[in-house]
């Protein structure tokens, strides 16, 4: 049974920083890749980051290059996410996700449908 647990939410204020974890059980695929989503109330889950089964690749969507920074350990089977220069339009839950599959066209990562397991999300709160 594949498990996703994210932790590392909470409040902060513009301009801080907060790093999420994501510690998945049940899974060691080394293919495919390791995601952060966010959704913000009254919106759609939107992509934010992810990071090939290696770790040798990693994709941002362009409200967030520069600023955060995903990364994974496989001895330790954790996905983080480090967020800096926080915004108030950063504000979300949160949300870890993983699939074993592989992608021809990299676009198809950006997308929730791609993954085929979720954590149950982490909020992130970010004050002006």
């Known amino acids: 049974q594949v498990q996703l647990v994210e932790s590392g939410g909470g409040l902060v204020q513009a301009g801080g920083s907060l790093r999420l974890s994501c510690a998945a059980s049940?899974?060691?695929?080394?293919?495919?890749?390791m995601g952060w989503f966010r959704q913000a109330p009254g919106k759609e889950r939107e992509f934010v980051a992810r990071?090939?089964?290696?770790?040798?690749?990693?994709d941002y969507a362009d409200s967030v290059k520069g600023r955060f920074t995903i990364s994974r350990d496989n001895a330790k089977n954790t996905v983080d996410l480090q967020m800096n220069s926080l915004k108030p339009e950063d504000t979300a839950v949160y949300y870890c996700a993983a699939t074993p599959a592989l992608f021809a066209a990299l676009s198809t990562y950006y997308r929730a449908a791609a993954y085929m397991y979720w954590g149950q999300g982490t909020q992130v709160t970010v004050s002006s």
């Open positions: 049940g899974l060691t695929f080394r293919t495919g890749a």
């Open positions: 990071i090939s089964g290696s770790g040798g690749t990693t």
